[in-house]
């Protein structure tokens, strides 16, 4: 008994719709230095990402993690997809990652700043006037395992 070969139509990848299809996943980007974040073109949030340091991210011609993200047509020189109302759409925009690494300590700083204010010194405890309800505990380790125990 012979096996008949027959040719058949190349195929793309089929993603089913329970997938986790990451419709904004741009592949093929410098990641090792620059950030990248999509950014809604809307009121002057554009104007304030190119003060604060970002550039358009140039289209590279590479698979997309969804088939709706497309160049712009005008000039080909951004990667834009359809925020999906208003007809607005999102531009993928960059930083150098110097910049973003900058941006985000001075927002830990903040953070710790923040956290500082919560804590009587030297003792953990919740600021307040008269107040002594306890201790927090503030840790950026992992979050702990839940107990998925039936003993309650």
């Known amino acids: 008994m012979s096996k008949e070969s027959r040719d058949e139509p190349v195929r793309k990848p089929r993603t089913p719709v329970a997938s986790n299809r990451a419709p904004l ?5 410098d990641t090792k230095n620059f950030s990248y974040r999509w950014v809604l073109d ?11 340091g970002y550039e358009f991210a140039k289209p590279n011609g590479s698979a997309v ?14 990667v834009t997809k359809s925020a999906g109302f208003g ?20 927002k830990q700083r903040e953070v710790d700043a ?3 204010s919560m804590r009587r010194p030297g003792t953990g405890k919740i600021v307040g006037k008269d107040v002594d309800y ?3 505990k503030m840790d950026r380790g992992a979050m702990p395992a839940l107990d998925q125990s039936d003993d309650k």
């Open 25 to 29: 996943v741009y592949r093929g980007q």
């Open 65 to 78: 993690g969804d088939p709706s993200i497309k160049t712009q047509e005008q000039d080909g020189s951004r």
């Open 114 to 116: 923040l956290e500082d």
């Open 42 to 52: 809307r009121d002057d949030r554009i104007a304030q990402f190119v003060e604060a």
């Open 134 to 136: 306890g201790s927090i």
């Open 87 to 106: 007809g607005l759409k999102h531009i993928l925009m960059r930083i150098p990652i110097k910049f973003y690494q900058e941006d985000q300590a001075a």
